[in-house]
């Protein structure tokens, strides 16, 4: 299994970015999803989830109202839309993937996670 992220980049307060997941080797759908994100001398955190196939979404509330997690099953694609970003949100993020369901009071928990992808970096300069 393999995650593969993409979509990072220079960005002005403000302004989008769209990353993207690509996960090959996993049963389309039948996964769950995690974005997290990790700031120089911070923790790595959570902040968009999709919990099972049904596509049950969650979010940490720093994103929340700003950022938008969805999947293509098709293409075994994860995606986070990132809108209104600012200064705080700049960090490595990464996509994480479970095989099967995540625990729904749990999705933070980097330790549901079975597969990580490699991160992408988002700055935001104000």
């Known amino acids: 299994v393999q995650l593969q992220a993409s979509g990072g980049g220079l960005v002005q307060a403000g302004g989008s970015l769209r990353l993207s997941c690509v996960a090959s080797?996993?049963?389309?759908?039948?996964?769950?999803i995690g974005w997290f994100r990790q700031a120089p001398g911070k923790e790595r955190e959570g902040i968009s989830f999709?919990?099972?196939?049904?596509?049950?979404?969650s979010y940490a509330d720093s994103v929340k109202g700003r950022f938008t997690v969805s999947r293509d099953n098709a293409q075994n694609t994860m995606y986070l839309q990132m809108n209104s970003l600012k200064p705080e949100d700049t960090a490595l993020y990464y996509c994480?993937?479970?095989?099967?369901?995540?625990?729904?009071?749990?999705?933070?928990?980097?330790?549901?996670?079975?597969?990580w992808g490699q991160g992408t970096q988002v700055t935001v300069s104000s």
């Open positions: 994480a993937a479970r095989n099967g369901n995540l625990i729904s009071s749990r999705v933070g928990d980097r330790e549901q996670y079975d597969f």
């Open positions: 999709i919990s099972n196939s049904f596509g049950v979404t």
């Open positions: 080797g996993l049963t389309s759908g039948y996964y769950g």
